[in-house]
């Protein structure tokens, strides 16, 4: 299903497919599911299926909510010969909460305090949190909580659960590559529980704006389907 696209990906360098397949694997290992996402090639995505018109992020694989897999043996062949996009679907082992970079920055200064604890297993921050090079921040939490009211209501927050993903560092986007802010080893590979990141976004989002205000997006953030 590749030989319309072999020659576009196939101009992104060797190493980037084994740096994405060996963290893809370190994630699976973790008991993390993974699923592929297209393939960057140049200013689009390429996923081989014949007609898709997706040319953002997405998944490679038509249903990749049944075929998303934490066995790393799975997971490695993947990446065998195409230097996938690495995403993490959400709902599952944990969901995110996405905030713009006014909020996300602020909550997860906030979080610094606990970074010396011994951290436990009622939710003690810190979190795995992951940054778009876009500015989105993405906070792992524990799955199963809807969005307190104040950010239900704040239309530049969303929370992923069934059905959606996030890309995963160190996937990379036409605009660059996507980070740690908290890396998944730093908080030991536990997730808070979400209403201790909630609390400290609602926080954020009460204290005086930033001098430069973010601009409204075009397109208003949503979680993420596949296609």
């Not at 030989?3 to 980037?16: H, I, M």
């Not at 090079?133 to 939490?141: D, E, K, N, S, T």
């Not at 001098?211 to 953030?221: E, F, I, K, N, Y």
Request: hydrophobic share 35%; proline share 12%.
């Amino acid at each position: 299903m590749w030989a319309n696209v072999g020659p576009r990906v196939g101009q992104l360098a060797p190493l980037d497919r084994v740096r994405l397949r060996r963290v893809a694997v370190r994630y699976a290992t973790h008991g993390w599911d993974v699923t592929p996402g297209a393939c960057l090639a140049r200013s689009r995505f390429v996923c081989g299926r014949p007609g898709c018109p997706t040319v953002g992020c997405h998944p490679a694989l038509e249903n990749w909510q049944g075929g998303a897999s934490c066995d790393p043996a799975r997971v490695a062949t993947w990446w065998r010969s195409r230097p996938h996009s690495v995403l993490l679907p959400t709902g599952r082992t944990f969901d995110v909460i996405e905030a713009p970079a006014y909020l996300g920055q602020r909550a997860t200064d906030r979080m610094k305090p606990f970074a010396g604890g011994t951290g436990d297993d009622d939710g003690q921050l810190p979190g795995p949190v992951a940054v778009t090079p876009a500015g989105r921040w993405m906070f792992l939490v524990r799955p199963g909580h809807p969005l307190r009211p104040e950010l239900e209501h704040c239309f530049h927050v969303v929370r992923h659960g069934l059905g959606s993903w996030i890309p995963a560092p160190p996937t990379k986007l036409p605009e660059g590559t996507v980070r740690w802010a908290v890396a998944p080893e730093h908080a030991h590979w536990r997730l808070p529980d979400s209403y201790a990141v909630q609390n400290l976004l609602v926080d954020a989002l009460n204290s005086p704006r930033p001098a430069v205000a973010l601009s409204t997006p075009g397109r208003l953030p949503l979680p993420r389907q596949g296609r």
